[in-house]
């Protein structure tokens, strides 16, 4: 298994702000992804983190918007930017340590006024 | 592309009557099928996961989910309901393993009645 930690664990932030959310991992994984979780909805993939490469955003969400970093086997980060309202939703990380696997972190819940 | 279908948001069972939780998938190679339970205010929990070595799958809690390829379907049951059981079920799947993408369902939130 993995254990996850993610910063901040909530924010209350202004539109037009950015805000980087820190994923932590306590062993090294290659594949790490960032998913949505809008209020009252299920998950939905941002983009997939691999360690040396590009991240690869899934459709409807761009770099611009959710700029990521994957600087090391163990960390990640997710920026949102210039946030709107719309934004509000709880941001999730989790890792795949290896086959039928895949763990979360406790998520960061961010809400946009 | 894969899919899954939770059929019905919200579920009610009395505490210890039996909990039945439907998950259907949409998929055009073997799935590898999962089911995650986030309680309130937490993080995502893996329950169980199909990878076809056994189609009847017991996972943590006394959880357990059988893969029915006629019925495209992964149902999570549990003989006796506990109020701790109450949260939001996720049912995903993903076409290699689970360490690639998952495509979720859009849960079932299980209350239980005391």
Same mark, same amino acid.
């Given at each position: ?20 959310? =820190? ?78 696997? =895949? ?11 | ?14 505490? !210890? ?5 439907? #998950? ?13 339970? @986030?309680?309130?205010? @937490?993080?995502? @929990? ?15 809690? !006394?959880? &357990? ?5 006629? &019925? ?18 996720? #049912? ?7 360490? &690639? ?14």
């Amino acid at each position: 298994s993995a254990v996850i930690s993610q910063k901040p664990s909530r924010d209350i932030c202004q539109r037009g702000t950015s805000l980087t959310i =820190q994923c932590q991992v306590d062993s090294q994984v290659t594949m790490m992804f960032w998913y949505r979780q809008q209020p009252g909805q299920s998950l939905t993939l941002i983009a997939t983190a691999n360690q040396g490469s590009e991240a690869t955003y899934e459709s409807g969400f761009v770099i611009d918007k959710f700029p990521i970093s994957r600087p090391n086997l163990t960390f990640s980060t997710l920026t949102v930017s210039n946030m709107s309202p719309e934004d509000s939703s709880i941001y999730l990380c989790s890792v795949s340590p290896g086959v039928y696997e =895949q763990y979360f972190g406790p998520g960061t819940r961010l809400t946009v006024t | 592309a894969q899919s899954v279908t939770q059929l019905g948001s919200h579920v009610s069972v009395s505490e !210890g009557a039996l909990v039945l939780l439907r #998950c259907n998938y949409s998929s055009s190679v073997p799935p590898y099928l999962f089911w995650y339970v @986030q309680y309130p205010n @937490q993080g995502l @929990q893996l329950l169980l996961k199909y990878t076809s070595a056994a189609t009847l799958v017991k996972g943590i809690n !006394g959880f &357990e989910a059988e893969f029915k390829k006629s &019925e495209t379907s992964f149902h999570l049951t549990k003989p006796s309901a506990h109020m701790s059981d109450a949260a939001e079920y996720f #049912c995903a799947v993903s076409p290699s393993g689970g360490n &690639e993408k998952l495509t979720f369902g859009t849960g079932t939130r299980l209350t239980i009645i005391p």
